[in-house]
């Protein structure tokens, strides 16, 4: 039986590529994509465009078709507030599930998490885990710990599994940055000696994955290794650098394809201790000086979780994913890569550039 399916943010850049990605399977009859406007979406193979908020009741009249959802909508803004963040990630995928239990063909159902529901835990991190009272570092990572906790409740109504991404740095093949987020803006202040301190320890593991991996495995998990309860790591887990590996990798590669910013004489970032990076944010704060402002309220809502050092483990990932062919991306060469691609295009995405020294 062919699938019909439907996908949330499938404008954003995870669900653009899902979309496409599944679009080329031939088991796949047809792909409905949600978007709330839906003037410039992509033509895409077998994708029909559907106007939608799921923040609202979705009332679809494709739903007695449906026989897969992917829910990747979402507000990954790190700056906003707890209250916009659930109206979203966990008003919005109540509104799925909803739907979900009115698909009298629905056979399964992904919902797209994040690995930093873990929020302010340490240490090793399993796929199974989710209860703790760590804390978290921003609104993102609470709302999507919340949204995992409603899945729990609708366990035993749809059949639904977790998957939970990693930070996505950009793309294996020429290394394009795709939507630029924190961690571009911290390098291209790095690159304009704008970030004279990150916190977090030298050893603290920094977790990345290619869009590529992450799409690759959750189109191979959904249409072969489904599996309805369970929560799978879709991370770069021993793969990751260190924070300090990372500094020197970034550092390097402004050497090697910009040889001119050597001359600039500029000092690796300082690696200090959480309250220290909270001093020095309250303090250009309290200066107002408006670059270095627009610096720190970039990264001041992220930079805090690499204080945090994690090992995540995806044992179960790659046990679904053996007969794949889908491997982790070498860290090294990916984000080489991708500092050269952002290097050369001067830190911008869709002739925005994020970056003014």
Known sequence: MNDVILITGATGSVGRELAGALACDPAVERIYAVSRGIGSTPELPKVAWIRGDVTLPLRLD?????????????????????????????????????????????????????????????????????????????????????????????????????YRLSTIIGEEAGGDPGKLGAIHQAMGFMYHSLAPMIPGSPGNLIDLISLNYAVGSIAWLLRHRFEPGSTLHICGADESLTLDELLDLVIDCFHRFRPAWRKRAIAKPAVVPLETFELFVRSVEEIGEATLCRCVNAIKHFAPQMFYSKRFDDSQAQRALADSGIQRPRMRQLCSQVVRRLIETNWTAAGRELVTP
């Open 62 to 162: 494709v739903a007695r078709e449906i026989t897969v959802i992917v829910h990747a909508a979402a507000d990954t803004r790190f700056s906003t507030s707890l209250s916009a963040a659930r109206a979203v990630n966990v008003g919005g995928l109540e509104q799925v599930l909803a739907l979900a239990s009115r698909c009298p063909r629905l056979r399964r159902m992904a919902h797209l998490s994040t690995i930093y529901v873990a929020g302010r835990r340490c240490g090793r991190v399993l796929e199974n885990e989710l209860d703790h009272n760590a804390g978290f570092v921003n609104a993102y990572e609470q709302s999507k710990y919340e949204s995992e906790q409603l899945v729990r409740t609708w366990a035993n109504k749809v059949p639904i599994a977790v």
